[in-house]
């Protein structure tokens, strides 16, 4: 399974960028890693770059939690 970085989580969901969201699907689709410290900077990224409020941030999380092809990392998969 492939990890993915931050902006590509960021191309995922604020899909401002019609080629770069279709990249990104695709990238995804058989399969992707999130770790904590990706997940940490999107969300820095969706309040600092894009100005989010902490509702639009909190329904990113779960976007991200119910994407049919990610996987967030586990705190107990960490060695």
Known sequence: MRAVDT???V???VRDDPDQTTAAEALVAP???VSHLALAET???LDAVYDRTLAR???A???LLQHRS???ERPDAVA
Do not use: D, F, P, S
């Open 43 to 45: 969300l820095w990224v």
């Open 11 to 13: 191309r995922l969901l």
């Open 31 to 33: 399969g992707a890693w």
């Open 57 to 59: 941030r909190a329904r």
């Open 70 to 72: 990610l996987v967030i």
């Open 61 to 63: 999380v779960e976007q």
């Open 7 to 9: 902006n590509l989580i």
